[in-house]
């Protein structure tokens, strides 16, 4: 069935506008520091990967060498080294994921 | 100490916050879980400052990320609480029950409003907060998500005939669904 009377509803608009955004003109005490604050904190932070992307890399280089080369502490020692070096790592690797909350408790900055 | 992209944001806490916390009240349980809500809308606002090059459009886009944050926090929260009320409190279930068809008072509008706009298919969801929110016409719109105006004029009458058909089934005055015309 086809729609009829398909208009700009303007005024239908407008009346919507006055329901869903009229409030408060500030935002309450308090709320707007708090806000602010967290953003300053996020925004100072560089790009850390996630202890859960270094996790899975580690895994990664750990199954990786092992097929490759046999030994198993072999594959060990590269995994922690591959996790350590991805967690410490000073560049951003966007690819992966960004988990600002998570270096204050790994002590990284 | 913040860069240009966190005092980019700080600048929509300013102009959007407080209109976006009662949209954040539509989905939370306290003030304390609105606060919530809107936390997490300015830290994905942070994350993707960059996507927004027109800032025109920057209104309907933050009302879209709060919609879907509050939309999802209460769509798990309504999963606990079914899980809850059926295994551990049946009771809970016949209060809900009695509540149903009492017809809300008039601040519960804007809370159903939104959680009905929450709902909307996605492009009738992008006309609408485009329409109301950043004030575009019809055109404007059009050019903005690049869809003919025919597109955003189909999309803005189903999206506010299902609006008025939610309503009406809430039980909201008739006086006003008259003033929508519909």
Known sequence: ???????????????????????????????????????????????????????????????????????TWLGLIVAGATGLVYATAAYPLTALTYAPDEAPKLGLR | MMDAGARRVAAWIDEFGPRLLGVAGAFAQDADDAEDILQETWMVALRREG????????????????????????????????????????EMALDA????????????????????????????????????????????????IDRAEGTVKVSLHRAIRRLAVRLRACGVDPVLLKEMRL
């Not at chain 2, 009320?85 to 049946?90: D, H, L, S, Y």
Request: one cysteine or more; glycine letters at 6%.
């Open chain 2, 97 to 144: 029950v009695a509540a149903v068809g009492t017809p809300p008072v008039a601040e519960e509008i804007s809370t159903i409003l939104w959680r009905e706009v929450a709902a909307l298919p996605s492009l009738q969801k992008t006309v609408l907060l485009h329409r109301v929110v950043d004030e575009m016409s019809t055109s404007e719109t059009a050019r903005a």
């Open chain 1, 1 to 71: 069935m086809k729609d009829a009377k398909i208009d700009d509803h303007d005024e239908d608009v407008r009346l919507l506008r006055s329901l869903l955004t009229s409030g408060e003109e500030q935002l309450p005490l308090g709320m707007r520091s708090r806000f602010l604050a967290r953003l300053a904190v996020n925004s100072a932070r560089p790009l850390r990967p996630s202890r859960a992307a270094a996790g899975v890399l580690g895994v990664m280089a750990f199954a990786g060498t092992s097929i490759l080369t046999g030994p």
């Open chain 2, 51 to 90: 996507c927004v090059r027109d800032d025109s459009q920057v209104g309907a886009w933050l009302y879209r990320i709060v919609l879907n944050i509050g939309r999802s926090r209460a769509r798990k929260r309504s999963r606990r609480t079914a899980l809850l009320t059926r295994w551990f409190w049946p």
